[in-house]
Nanobody
């Protein structure tokens, strides 16, 4: 079955960088839509970035455009989110998501905290 495991979160100062990883298994990685979401306490879940695996196309939320980059390593069945110039408002639990056959699958999330 679809299984997603996030890693790479942590505490970073404003302006710093982190790279999140999502190790995936149990589905056809190359034909899926994979996304990063985030959710901060008291706020709605936000779609951060999407990669369309069939085309390689990507989309980003306006709030992260120019700072975050979504990518994949197909040989490793892993998706990444490179986060640069982090801001305190980026603090959230970041969740890996796979959209497959109109169903959403989720990892457990990894905490990113941006604070001085």
């Amino acid at each position: 079955q679809v299984h997603l495991v996030e890693s790479g979160g942590g505490l970073v100062q404003p302006g710093g960088s982190l790279r999140l990883s999502c190790a995936a298994s149990g589905f056809t990685f190359s034909t899926s839509i994979m996304r990063w979401f985030r959710q901060a306490p008291g706020k709605e879940r936000e779609l951060v970035a999407t990669v369309f695996m069939t085309t390689g196309g990507t989309t980003y939320a306006d709030s992260v455009k120019g700072r975050f980059t979504i990518s994949t390593d197909n040989a490793k069945n892993t998706m990444y989110l490179q986060m640069n110039n982090l801001k305190p408002e980026d603090t959230a639990v970041y969740l890996c998501n796979v959209l497959r056959l109109a169903k959403n699958y989720w990892g457990q999330g990894t905490q990113v905290t941006v604070s001085s």
